[in-house]
């Protein structure tokens, strides 16, 4: 599903440049959930991005679904982030003037969906995270965990083959944090590819391969046996 | 571009952004007013001047008589010089292709009584034409004829005024009133546009005047109606012409300028048209300067706009929409704005100026301030495209700011 082939990247701050990615090399099948671990500034993040294609790579190979991915115009990638990627970050982003169901129903209006199937797809999505209720409020009236479970149904409303989450428990304390990996799991259940960036041990153990970036390298790539999360959800 | 969902996903944000919206759409009504009501307001003056200058007929030129300042052909200096009868008939001889009508004034202060009432009144001979030159009104009975000169009857033609003032709410026709201790008929009463003075005139026949002074030739001024096709030029060459025969005529140094003078009301209308034309420009500019400075605080308000949401377009982005779709949201944002905003506008300027009305014409020589719906659309319109330019460059960066960059975390 997803593979990337000696990949750089560095960042230019005036006259000298920090070399973040070194050569990554990695390869994710369908229906695989991976956690991205590292200390902070090892790049995780840097590596989602660019994954996520709201970023380039200086140097390597990325193919997304057998279609190489290089020097995309604006547009090119707008169609593909939409159509192939999900995406939820640490600080939720979802629009604050806009409800749970119309922020949920965002990326089916740039699918150009027509309004009453982009509001039936919203509840759906909104019910699997179950916040059916939540439909019509503000962010600002939901808490942390219901943010990020908005997130989340808006990230799979576009039915993207890959979901990238940031740090998405980052923000939550523990209890809501699992009750976000039970979601992402049961979404991995049903046969999506999801990649966590993590720092948390706990989290990482939830998911079913853990990935561990050092000094720009990927230095160890394990296959861990799963935690569910609905475990520790009552 | 433009399909319905375009247009509710627009109107959606703009409803739940109010505080923004209403600031951005005040702005533009706000100018548009401003214009609207400025461009009135110099139309209002413009045509107060017309009515000023345009009361009396524009094909007239005024001689009147002076004292020489210069001796020539063996004459003193410091004569006097007098206009009388046959220069009246001269003119009509040798510039009898030019002129229409000429009619001498002579102008006498006199006592007017009726009864119990009697005021001081302004009485005027005139010949019959007078009234041409004048663009005199005849409320009721009639003006001077030429029988009235050819006989020297004693008819008065009196204003409204005139007739309020001794007859009360009675009628003057067919009376008689005492003019200077003679008594004259009325058989005319007139208004006039030239305000209240010139209403309390009293016109009689200049013959008549003259007989009265130990029938003397003598008359005052001279008042020439030329004809119209003379145009600028033409009446401008018929009074050097006049100026040069009567110079001749009365043995005056040419280069004398105290002996006889010229009111050429061509020359003036002009000049007052060069006036109000010069007026209308700078209303414009400013007006227009109106229009500019809205259109910066469009540009402003939409540098604002696309900072403030920064964050929204990359949330967006990341989700999928493409720079077009940041850039028409963005843009038909402002143009709906605008439009919308920039027609409220212009329809509460028309209307204020209609309810202003002529109410600022006493105090404030603002009559009937106007704009036309042509111009004021026009400024309108200006407003909207110019307004959708200035949004098109902040919306074009915003559609090129890179997702990462606008969704890092403070
Ligand atoms: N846009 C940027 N410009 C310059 N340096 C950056 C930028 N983004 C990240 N970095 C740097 O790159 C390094 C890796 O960042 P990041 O990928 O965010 O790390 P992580 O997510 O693992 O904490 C950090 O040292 C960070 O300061
Ligand atoms: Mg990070």
Request: charged share 25%; proline share 2%.
């Amino acid at each position: 599903m997803i593979e990337i082939k000696d990949l750089h990247k560095s960042y230019k701050m005036g006259s000298n440049s920090l070399h973040v990615l070194k050569g990554i090399n990695f390869k994710a099948e369908e229906g695989e959930l991976v956690a991205i671990m590292g200390s902070s500034g090892s790049g995780k993040s840097t590596l989602l991005n660019i994954l996520g294609m709201l970023d380039e790579a200086d140097s390597g190979q990325y193919i997304l679904d057998g279609v190489r991915i290089e020097n995309l115009s604006e547009t090119k990638a707008a169609r593909y982030r939409n159509k192939f990627l999900g995406f939820v970050f640490q600080s939720f982003n979802l629009i604050n003037y806009k409800t749970a169901m119309e922020n949920v129903a965002l990326p089916l209006y740039y699918q150009k969906v027509s309004r009453k199937e982009r509001e039936a797809k919203a509840l759906k999505y909104l019910d699997q995270v179950g916040l059916k209720e939540w439909a019509h409020h503000l962010p600002s009236e939901l808490s942390g965990g219901q943010k990020q479970r908005v997130a989340i149904a808006r990230a799979m409303a576009a039915e993207p083959k890959v979901l990238l989450a940031d740090e998405p428990t980052g923000a939550l304390d523990s209890t809501t944090s699992y009750e976000v990996m039970d979601l992402i799991q049961q979404i991995n259940d049903r046969g999506n590819t999801i990649l966590v960036v993590t720092h948390e041990e706990d989290i990482a153990h939830m998911c079913k391969r853990i990935i561990h970036l050092r000094d720009g390298v990927i230095v160890e790539d394990k296959k861990i046996k799963q935690v569910r999360a609905s475990e520790y959800v009552q | 571009m433009f399909s319905r969902d375009t247009w509710r996903e627009i109107f959606t944000t703009l409803r739940k952004n109010k505080l923004r919206t209403f600031l951005s759409g005040f702005t533009v009504s706000l100018g548009i007013l401003i214009f609207i009501t400025l461009y009135g307001m110099g139309n209002g003056l413009i045509n107060t001047f017309d009515k000023f200058f345009s009361q009396d007929a524009t094909n007239v030129l005024y001689l009147f008589p002076g004292r020489t300042s210069m001796p020539y052909k063996g004459y003193k200096s410091n004569r006097t010089i007098e206009f009388e009868n046959s220069d009246l008939e001269d003119i009509e001889k040798d510039f009898d292709m030019f002129v229409e009508h000429v009619s001498p004034i002579i102008r006498r202060s006199a006592l007017v009584k009726y009864k119990q009432e009697s005021n001081n009144y302004t009485t005027i001979g005139v010949d019959w034409g007078q009234q041409f030159a004048e663009k005199t009104i005849m409320m009721k009975g009639r003006y001077l004829n030429q029988r009235d000169i050819e006989e020297k009857t004693r008819n008065a033609v009196i204003g409204r005024l005139v007739e309020i003032d001794l007859f009360g709410s009675g009628n003057a026709i067919g009376e008689f009133i005492d003019l200077g201790g003679s008594v004259f008929k009325v058989i005319g009463v007139f208004q006039d546009e030239g305000g209240d003075n010139e209403e309390r005139q009293i016109y009689i026949p200049y013959t008549t005047r003259q007989l009265i002074e130990k029938n003397t030739d003598k008359v005052q001024q001279i008042v020439v109606q030329f004809k119209p096709q003379l145009g600028y030029t033409g009446a401008m060459a018929l009074e050097r012409n006049l100026e040069r025969f009567f110079k001749d005529k009365k043995f005056i140094n040419p280069e004398d300028r105290n002996a006889l003078f010229i009111r050429n009301v061509t020359d003036q209308l002009k000049q007052n048209q060069d006036f109000a034309g010069a007026l209308q420009l700078i209303v414009t500019v400013v007006a227009f300067g109106t229009i500019i400075a809205g259109i910066i605080g469009i540009s402003n308000i939409m540098v604002y706009v696309v900072k403030e949401r920064t964050k929204e377009i990359g949330i967006r982005k990341a989700i999928g929409a493409t720079p077009r779709n940041v850039i028409s949201t963005i843009l038909l944002e402002s143009v709906f704005i605008t439009t919308i905003s920039g027609f409220t506008g212009m329809l509460i300027g028309i209307g204020l100026l209609r309810s202003l009305g002529d109410n600022l014409s006493e105090d404030y020589f603002i009559t009937n301030p106007y704009i036309s719906t042509g111009v004021a659309v026009f400024a309108t319109v200006v407003l909207i495209v110019f307004g959708g330019i200035a949004g098109y460059v902040p919306a074009r960066r915003a559609a090129r700011i890179k997702p990462i960059v606008a969704l890092r975390d403070e």
